[in-house]
């Protein structure tokens, strides 16, 4: 009797192990796996709307001048091809808030804030940029300490005598009456952080040249290594001379002429892509682009023919900048006028 007890015990005993190992393998299988879980939280930034980007806690003055932004190297164009080919899309992408910014002659893309661009005035405003979000919105107008503002027609932002700290040169280039004696001044400062700036911005360095022929009047520079070039505004051709960009000197520098165009248009804006390969002008109605080979120079660039690239329909486009992505970014003189990005597809 007490033997049949002890099976029966067993019996039952064996029959609820199974059914609790029934019941964990059921639990197990209705589990999703851990990869699922993990890639759910897990956002892209660069996805994020332009708002949202801009909520993180803003790196200090200092912290933002030194660290700039890394980018590849310089591209090389597949056989057949030109530097226009990879930009077919043009997209309204804003309109400036800025009430003060209403006669937008100068452009440059921040490369240490991504999505901040800076822009000046021409020539009816002080000493003064402003930082607009890919929008267009309104995020302060600053006055450079120490500056002047005679003309000031365009921008750009690279290195410095550092070539990790990125740096903003404003060109006060413009010379519409010719009353500047074929001399420049072009401000360097180094790029500050937009939401730690208290109105005014310090330690701009007034760097001097000299036209080595001449008087010209002057809409477009960019800058390429520790080189700034000037590109001259004519109907009949386009004069580009390059000076030095990162060295402090208290003298005037003579310019050295690399190369006249022949484009049939003025030339109101320039700027280099951040990857080092693409050289863009922009007039009124048209954007040349030159491939800039690796190794190769500014002037070996502009001495093959330009290709056309996208124009966005505005009613005086002055300005244009490269995005770290290479695609670039137009804009019109005017109050209120709308930004445009031209995307660049591989």
């Known amino acids: 009797m007490e033997r049949r007890s002890l099976i ?6 064996a029959a609820a192990i199974a059914v609790a190992l029934t019941l964990m393998a059921t639990r197990h299988d209705a589990s999703p796996p851990a990869s699922t879980t993990t890639t759910q939280t897990v956002a892209d930034v660069s996805t994020l709307p332009s708002d949202t980007a801009t909520e993180a806690p803003p790196t200090t003055q200092q912290e933002d001048a030194t660290t700039s932004t890394t980018a590849p190297s310089p591209a090389t164009l597949p056989p057949g091809t030109t530097a226009c080919d990879p930009y077919t899309t ?5 309109t400036v808030a ?24 021409d020539s009816r405003d ?21 500056a002047l503002a005679f003309d000031w027609e365009d921008m750009a ?6 070539p990790e700290t990125s740096m903003l040169y404003v060109g006060d280039i413009g010379d519409n009456f010719a009353i500047r ?84 248009a003025e030339v109101s804006g320039a700027d280099l892509s951040w990857d080092g390969s693409t050289i863009a002008f922009r007039g009124y109605t048209s954007v040349w682009m030159w491939h800039l080979a690796p190794g190769g120079t500014v002037a070996d660039a502009l001495a093959a023919d330009p290709c056309q690239a996208p124009s966005p329909e505005e009613i005086q486009g002055e300005s244009i900048a490269f995005l770290a992505d290479g695609s670039y970014v137009t804009v019109s003189e005017g109050s209120s006028p709308e930004l445009f990005t031209v995307q660049r597809d591989g």
Do not use: C, Q
Not at 99 to 113: D, H, Y
Not at 134 to 143: A, H, Q, T
Not at 157 to 162: E, L, N, V
Not at 188 to 206: N, Q, S, W, Y
């Open 126 to 146: 002080g000493a003064r940029i402003y930082a607009i979000g890919p929008d267009g919105s309104d995020m302060g107008g600053f006055d450079i300490a120490g």
């Open 90 to 94: 043009v997209t309204a992408t804003g």
């Open 181 to 264: 004696g074929g001399k420049i001044t072009v401000y360097r400062v180094r790029e500050p952080d937009p939401f730690a700036l208290d109105g005014t911005i310090d330690g701009a360095v007034a760097l001097e040249y000299a036209y080595p022929d001449g008087v010209y009047n002057a809409e477009a520079l960019f800058v390429a290594d520790d080189s700034i070039y000037i590109v001259t505004k004519d109907r009949d051709e386009a004069r580009v001379y390059r000076g030095d960009a990162t060295v402090d000197r208290s003298t005037v520098e003579t310019l050295e002429l690399v190369t006249v165009l022949d484009l049939g």
């Open 8 to 13: 029966t015990l067993l019996v039952i005993a």
């Open 157 to 162: 932002a690279g290195p410095g005598s550092d």
């Open 98 to 121: 800025s009430t003060e910014l209403v006669e937008t002659s100068g452009m440059a893309a921040s490369r240490t804030r991504p999505g901040v661009l800076w822009a000046h005035n």
